[in-house]
């Protein structure tokens, strides 16, 4: 497992520097970091906005800058210089993931935990009263716009706020802007503000994960082995969990993986709506400041995690099913 | 099997349809109607005394801003409105400030007078309190004057300051009376020279990180010269630029201000400001001040009823001000047109439309189809078709270099007709010029067609979509095609980058209390923000004279000559004042809208919780 691990990453190093080449062209081509300081009033002077191409690399030719990018990456670890003043890239994109893996664990395990349970139990009890409760309240999620969502549990946060004379909810930020002393107090404030957000992203992740579950389930219930393993006489728990459920996740896998990339590449709206500063929020900033190196970071960023994710879950059907040999 | 089917699909509608009902009920109890809020509103008899109250000592405010803090110095070109937020309370003092009504006064706790003594050779005495001093116990004196000059002066091409209007006129800047007296004398008349030495730098920390502090102008123009137009500085001059970008990437050292930094995390999430002990001017009242970025200034209202910001200034927009509206009595709020306007420009570089040179421009047909287009423009119904719908105030702009606000604003747009929506008019105009093809397709006299043209706006801004959809249904009745297009890069299409250029582009000037010095570089021939390439002897010439002129009248009277050619040349179009709007617990006292470049932040050192009130964190 270890070789094949070592292999796959291997092989995804050539298809991650093409793929910086790609983006390096579309950025460079889509992000010019001279817009800000174009319309500045009073304006710049001409010599000033000169000193600021060189600044920016943006007098050298464009395979050059892409040179220097990638040794720069390569060679020392950088992302390249910002264009944005006391900015450091490394710092803020290391800052953002660590923003973004606090949402994203705590979202991630709420949610399969859920979508496991609710999945199995309505496998096992189709079309029971239960059945069509989380069926109903399933899709109603999965219809559910984030922002409108999350719009409304801040509201009703806010009531509950207001009805209790408490604070229990707050509808901003990763902690507070100056967070009580001491590890607990800090640990609780966090905890606090982690509430809606995860909340938020928790039960909309879990919806389509429920379904998949379920009908993963569903399929898995009706095999062949599932029948003979209840012929050998095994317990009924040791039918469900030992060969139905540890079947039943495949497929659960693969699209949790995919889902787990793509919150750790920052889910925009919910950060955005919460201002939490993670990978979604650099994004956005990285466009708007036109700032093409943030731009680079984060986008590499993104497809290590795609890569890693990917093998993750390839490494789990080994694990889930022995008759998979990963070679 | 079919049965339970059919019975499991009528259990899930009537279930879906019980949650949905729920989720209606629950989001229109959400959205309940609330006691109003509070509107204090500005008008130009109140703009410097709105919500003045008696205020107690102590207590802390959390401001909510929408950029992340990264430059730290106010004279750096890359700094943003919300860094100027967050700066003003530990501000880096200045001789003047402007007040809410944008007069300019005397900073009266710093400064102990600043007069101008000679208007030949122009010379400026500026007296500094001798109690006022940096919160290290440095005096503020003339060596902090001496410094912002240099940085500013232009001289170096490699130092990225905002600025160097009126500092380049300056041949010298002299200390006396133990540094608390400054002199400054310039080499070319500078008549807003109130606009100078605003926020002061610390030379002393300056110093540290580099500045040579016995360097004077003639040797940094010297060294600069000696590089030749090189990129990268060397010696005294990356010195001295060393010790400017000390002051972009370091959260302030010292303070002038009521207020010091004690907290900036790196990340620029938030910056934490106590009061300044060594604090020698009035108030100071409140104990602590935070601003915090949040990322989505529709977010702010719900952040402000939840007491998680005290002060939100976000730009007003429909939704949100209906949500702070409804937000009850623990809010009060105000709007009031600010010093930021929208316009529609025309590129003359278009030879459908002018030419590069002034006779180009000038030709009869092409002021008269321009003339025409403006008049035919409705700005009325563009303004309740945007910015009318969260304010019934907002009316159109009638000047281009004054804002109702200023003591020399007359109107000079709609006595010609431009902005009056009338068809009829913009018709006359263009038959009088021998148009033909009129509400068809329109025909220059000699016969060849006006070609279509292309309009932009900025790409993701609602309000100038509708703007740009207004003017060409109204350009399309003139028998004139108008083809909107947005632009990704405002800064690309007004420098006119291939495949970003314009015919017509709308976007907005942030003015200043300064109109002469603040728009020289709009009108006049060549200079850098005359994006449209408008050209005319007779403005470059008016320009020149009120440049030089120290008398208020004759400047405005100068400036408004220029605003009457610009109508008669017809080459822009004010629309409207954007508003500006501040919302804040209903507790603090002496928070005020300021639209001028000192922001609302400009009398932190004045805010604090009104007296009796309970203050929600002390």
Redo the contacts between chains.
Sequence with gaps: MLVYSVRRLIQSIPILVASTFVIFLMVAS?V?P???????????????L???R??FGLTKPLLQRYWDWLTGLVLHGTFGSST?????IG??LG?AMEVTLRLVVGTILIALILAVIVGVVTAVRQ?S?LD??T???G??FLSLPTFWFA??L??????F?EATGT?L?????ESS??PPAGFLPQLGDAAQHMILPVVTLALLSYAAWSRFQRASMLEVLGSDYMRLARAKGLSPFRVMFRHGLRNALIPLTTQVALDTAALLSGAVIT?????W?GMG?FF??SIQM?DPNSVMAWLLVTAVFVIVMNLIADLLYAVLDPRIRLA | MAK??NR?RG??TV??AA??AL?LA??A???SSKASTTQTSANENTWNTINTASVKDGGTV?VGIEK?L????PL???ISADQVYALDGVYYAGAFISDPDGSVVLNTNTMASATLSSTSPETVVYKIKPGAVWSDGTPIDASDFVYDWLVNS?TD????N????GYNDISSVVGSDGGKTVTVTFSTAFPDWKSLFGPLLPAHIAAKHGYDESMTLAQLTADVKAENGA??STGAVLQLENSFNYF??TAPPVSSGPYEVT?AP?????V?ETKNPKWYGDGGHLATM?F?????AS?EP??L?????NVMYPQPETDLVTQVKGMGSSVKYQIAAGYEWEHFDFNLNSTALGGKTESAQEAADKVALRTAMLTAVDRKAIIARTVGLFDPASKPLNSRLFIPQQAGYTDNISKYGLGSGSSSSAESILKKAGFTGIGTALKYPDGTAVPALTMRYTSGNSIRQTECNLFASEMKALGITVNVETT?????S??HAAGYDYDVIV?A??DTPFPNS?NY?LYVTG???NYGGYTSAQVDALYKTASSSFDTATVNSDLNKIDNILSQDAITLPLYQKDQMVAYDSTLGNVRINSTAQEFTYNVQEWGYVSGSASPSS
């Design positions: 889509s010019d001279m817009t800000p300081y174009l319309t500045k009033k009073p304006p710049l002077s001409a010599a000033q000169d000193s600021l060189v600044k944005q003043t006391n900015y450091h710092q803020q800052y079309y009263k069509y409760a069926t109903t309240i899709f109603l719009v409304l801040k509201e009703w946060a806010i009531q706020n604070h909810f707050d509808t901003l930020w802007p100056n950060e955005t709506i919460y201002s500063r929020l956005i900033s036109a | 339970d089917r499991g259990r899930l279930g879906m949650i949905g989720a629950f989001t109890a959400c959205s959390t992340q990264g430059d730290w110095n750096d070109s890359s232009g091409p490699n130092m990225l905002a600025s160097s209007t990129t990268t972009s990437n907290n790196s990340d620029g999430s938030s934490t935070v915090k970025y949040i990322a989505d977010q719900t952040a009823q939840n007491g998680e910001i990704s890069s405002l800064g690309k007004l420098t976007f000037w942030v603040g570089s200079q850098g923000q």
